[in-house]
């Protein structure tokens, strides 16, 4: 599988993907999951509109085109950090620092002038791109323009060129959607696929798939779903070596010519639910003070300390939650509600 990634520049952990359509069109994400980031290298320049049981969203590009899937880069990044600091117990903010070479090795890039003058063209596409969506809403259209992010300060250095540091300030459909947790983690390998497409074709897979066995389209409807502008011909041709090399992350993709049907099958390469809630488990438990355990003593008398505190951290950390920001005072209040239902063994 490798021989057909990127070469990893930069170990680096898994990462966290927002998809701004979650938040504009959440009650039917499930059916639409439209595009919007283009395909392309070159300037795209034409606004698209979508177009769904009579909800719409439009798609208004600046002078210098739709922000492209390696700009989705940027927010990718941003939500990172956020969902981080949210796990050690810090609220989401709009603004979020970037170090641009903590970016440029995150995303597998290079760090060279060219790299950073790149980020700049990223910046201006992202900020100046536009989405017009109506929402219908007991029987009133409520029409509504929004962006990804609200702006952007950059501070370079004179003398070399180099960006110094870059601050985004992230819209409020963004902020949402991370503070409602509503994000996917993304392979490691993901800013290892060189094309396109095939960055394109893993998150379809992994947002339709998810830890499921499978899921299959018709090659039409992902033709759909792709967002590209080639003819259905391209298209075919341009997943064939996709499908013949079985090198993306997270699932096998197959082909069936008879009936047309893409199928993509789980590897099972992701951390399990199971997984994910014993980790935070233990993350939540090292919250917990020395000293707290002889206070619930006395707010739940004759109960086993050790395992109160491991009731919680379970109940927490399946409540797919960050870490909280005052374990103790939760698990004080734990303890209260335990003693109530249960009383004094």
């Given at each position: 599988m490798?021989e057909h990634?990127?070469?990893?520049k930069?170990?680096?952990?898994?990462l966290?993907?927002c998809d701004?359509?979650?938040v504009?069109?959440?009650?039917d994400?499930?059916s639409?999951?439209?595009?919007?980031?283009?395909?392309s290298k070159?300037?795209?320049?034409?606004?698209?509109?979508y177009?769904?049981?009579?909800?719409?969203?439009?798609?208004?590009?600046?002078?210098?085109g739709?922000p492209?899937?390696?700009?989705?880069?940027?927010i990718?990044?941003?939500i990172?950090q956020?969902?981080?600091g949210?796990?050690e117990g810090r609220a989401?903010?709009?603004r979020?620092?970037?170090?641009?070479?903590a970016?440029?090795?995150f995303t597998?890039?290079?760090?060279?002038?060219?790299?950073?003058?790149?980020?700049c063209?990223?910046?201006d596409r992202?900020?100046g791109?536009?989405?017009?969506?109506n929402?219908?809403f007991?029987?009133t259209?409520?029409?509504?323009w929004?962006?990804?992010?609200d702006g952007?300060?950059?501070?370079?250095?004179?003398?070399?060129?180099?960006?110094?540091?870059?601050?985004?300030?992230?819209?409020?459909m963004v902020?949402?959607?991370?503070?409602?947790m509503?994000v996917?983690?993304?392979h490691?390998d993901?800013f290892?696929?060189s094309?396109?497409?095939e960055r394109r074709?893993?998150e379809?897979?992994?947002?339709?798939v998810?830890?499921?066995?499978?899921?299959?389209?018709r090659?039409?409807?992902?033709?759909g779903?792709?967002?590209s502008?080639?003819?259905?011909?391209?298209?075919?041709?341009?997943m064939?070596?996709i499908?013949?090399g079985?090198y993306?992350?997270?699932?096998?993709?197959?082909?069936?010519?008879?009936?047309?049907?893409v199928?993509?099958?789980?590897?099972?390469?992701m951390?399990?639910?199971?997984e994910?809630?014993?980790?935070?488990?233990?993350a939540?438990?090292?919250?917990?003070?020395?000293?707290?355990r002889d206070?619930?003593?006395h707010?739940?008398p004759?109960?086993?300390?050790?395992?109160?505190?491991d009731?919680f951290s379970?109940?927490?950390?399946?409540?797919g939650?960050p870490?909280?920001?005052?374990a103790?005072?939760?698990f004080?209040?734990f303890c209260?509600?335990?003693?109530e239902?249960n009383?004094?063994?």
């Amino acid at each position: 599988m490798s021989e057909h990634l990127k070469p990893m520049k930069h170990p680096q952990g898994d990462l966290f993907v927002c998809d701004i359509t979650d938040v504009i069109l959440k009650d039917d994400m499930a059916s639409m999951e439209h595009p919007f980031y283009s395909l392309s290298k070159k300037p795209d320049r034409e606004p698209r509109r979508y177009d769904y049981k009579g909800q719409w969203i439009e798609f208004r590009p600046s002078i210098k085109g739709m922000p492209t899937i390696y700009d989705k880069d940027l927010i990718i990044y941003a939500i990172s950090q956020l969902i981080a600091g949210m796990k050690e117990g810090r609220a989401a903010s709009k603004r979020v620092q970037i170090d641009p070479y903590a970016f440029l090795v995150f995303t597998q890039r290079g760090v060279g002038g060219r790299d950073y003058d790149a980020l700049c063209d990223s910046l201006d596409r992202i900020d100046g791109t536009r989405f017009r969506t109506n929402i219908l809403f007991d029987g009133t259209r409520t029409d509504e323009w929004m962006g990804i992010i609200d702006g952007a300060k950059m501070q370079t250095d004179e003398r070399t060129g180099k960006i110094k540091s870059l601050e985004l300030k992230l819209s409020d459909m963004v902020i949402s959607s991370v503070e409602e947790m509503n994000v996917l983690t993304l392979h490691k390998d993901y800013f290892r696929l060189s094309r396109p497409i095939e960055r394109r074709i893993y998150e379809i897979a992994r947002k339709a798939v998810g830890q499921d066995e499978s899921w299959a389209f018709r090659m039409t409807t992902l033709h759909g779903k792709s967002g590209s502008k080639g003819s259905l011909r391209e298209f075919r041709r341009q997943m064939k070596p996709i499908i013949e090399g079985d090198y993306l992350p997270d699932y096998r993709i197959t082909y069936d010519e008879d009936s047309d049907v893409v199928t993509f099958r789980n590897r099972n390469t992701m951390p399990t639910d199971k997984e994910r809630v014993q980790t935070d488990k233990d993350a939540v438990l090292q919250l917990l003070s020395a000293d707290i355990r002889d206070e619930v003593r006395h707010i739940a008398p004759g109960w086993d300390t050790h395992m109160l505190a491991d009731r919680f951290s379970v109940w927490w950390a399946n409540t797919g939650k960050p870490l909280p920001r005052n374990a103790d005072a939760l698990f004080v209040k734990f303890c209260r509600t335990w003693q109530e239902k249960n009383g004094t063994p």
